[in-house]
């Protein structure tokens, strides 16, 4: 190679460097985050799984509450390297133990913890190469679907994350592990990719209620790798404000996962495959989201017979009937009135209505009797006040139809309506 070409290839990889720096748009450090409140004044019952006919008993209650608190940073040792972390407090964070004497003279006890979490959300290191490739290992959010890849609140307009991927996978769903990214094209003709290599989900967890969103690993200090997990994600902006997104998981056996990998000898493997679409059209008038989630297990039949201990934080019983195939999709829009109003004077309010369908017992295998009660029609409405652009206002009302694949369809199952009240932000508070 001649000292005029090496010269132009040092040269060209000095700027992708440079404007990949530019678009992260700090220097050495950042630190900032993000957080939700929410008040809920809801019409129905704890629990449609009661044993009840009729879903949800009606009953007024009321429930106020931070789903998240998220304390986030990146610091760049050199052009090239780059610490990221977030710890997220989830419902207020773990608390303190309470111990209550049941004896004046004995050391009879019971402790109670507030049921929150605190988790090391992300914690990674990445080598920047140039825009199109970036190399990072640690713990990382997985983008499987439209919420966990967009899960800031401003991102979405109610005042909680869409229900139908929350309730089928995780969310936020991070995982410890390897993955390579980057962006290839310019302007609107680029395609972003995520490839990823982490521990797997844990065929304990999987349940009647949530599929597999309970089988993500952290109860102990290690998680489980001897099947690994493999995510893919591309996105393409070949339009205008208009991105199109693609994900793909896949863990070969989830019960290689397992705490007590002998309970499932019989069952030659459960595989996990999840396929996700989304797209988002975004201009000064309007913002619109859709999204669709379908996920398919092996041996799910012969899954659902394995008993866990009561005393184990799995499912067991009823709840372990976990179905073949589960799936989720919706819609979003909202207005901004600002723009159609065309005064500046008006704040930015966006009227906005979602609707979705979901179901972790889509389709049982073989024999296997689903659960009409998981199958829901959710309808939400309500308005977003952006009192600055990074921090809203929210409010909905939402009403969910159970058992029954359309919103105006007949069901046997009470109707389950709910108002709520948020605010949320996200941003960097301190970079330099």
């Known amino acids: 190679m001649n000292n005029r070409r090496l010269t132009f290839l040092l040269a060209s990889l000095a700027l992708a460097i440079s404007v990949h ?25 704890t629990s449609r799984y009661n044993g009840t006919t009729t879903g949800s008993a009606y009953e007024r209650r009321n429930t106020i509450a931070i789903p998240r608190f998220v304390l986030a940073g990146d610091y760049r040792f050199n052009r090239h390297w780059t610490l990221g972390a977030e710890i997220e407090f989830e419902a207020g964070g773990v608390g303190l133990e309470t111990e209550m004497e049941a004896s004046e003279n004995g050391e009879y006890e019971t402790e109670m913890e507030k049921g929150g979490e605190v988790a090391l959300e992300q914690f990674h290191v990445t080598y920047t190469l140039n825009n199109a490739l970036h190399v990072r290992a640690g713990h990382m959010v997985l983008p499987v679907g439209l919420t966990n890849a967009h899960h800031e609140p401003i991102l979405f307009f109610g005042t909680t994350r869409p229900e139908g991927e929350t309730t089928i996978i995780p969310s936020t769903w991070h995982e410890t592990g390897v993955s390579l990214f980057g ?7 680029r395609v972003s990719y995520e490839a990823y290599v982490t521990a797997g989900l844990n065929a304990d967890g999987f349940g009647r209620d949530h599929w597999v969103a309970d089988g993500k690993q952290g109860l102990f200090e290690t998680d489980n790798f001897t099947s690994p997990a493999y995510t893919l994600r591309l996105d393409y902006e070949g339009v205008p404000g208009l991105r199109v997104g693609a994900s793909y998981y896949f863990c070969n056996d989830a019960t290689a996962n397992a705490d007590k990998r002998y309970k499932y000898s019989s069952l030659n493997g459960v595989s996990v ?121 929210k409010a909905d009302w939402n009403t969910r139809k159970v058992g029954t694949a359309s919103i105006f369809g007949h069901s046997r199952y009470h109707r389950e309506n709910e108002f709520a009240i948020g605010v949320a932000y996200t941003g960097w508070f301190w970079k330099k």
């Open 21 to 45: 720096a530019q678009d992260e748009d700090f220097e050495k450090f950042r630190i900032g985050g993000y957080g939700e409140m929410v008040a809920s004044f809801k019409g129905y019952g």
């Open 273 to 393: 495959n999840i396929l996700s679409a989304d797209a988002q059209y975004r201009n000064r008038y309007v913002t619109a989201r859709a999204n669709v989630l379908w996920g398919q297990l092996s041996n799910s039949q012969k899954l659902s017979g394995v008993s866990l201990s009561n005393l184990s934080n799995y499912h067991h019983g009823a709840m372990r009937r976990t179905a073949k195939n589960a799936l989720a999709y919706g819609v979003e829009a909202g207005v901004n009135l600002r723009s159609l109003i065309g005064t500046t004077r008006c704040p930015v309010i966006y009227p906005f209505a979602r609707y979705e369908y979901f179901n972790p017992q889509e389709k049982g295998e073989g024999t296997q009797t689903v659960d009409a009660r998981c199958q829901v029609s959710k309808w939400s409405g309500g308005l977003n006040w952006f009192a600055l652009p990074n921090l809203v206002v």
């Open 183 to 189: 962006r290839l094209g310019k302007g609107y003709s």
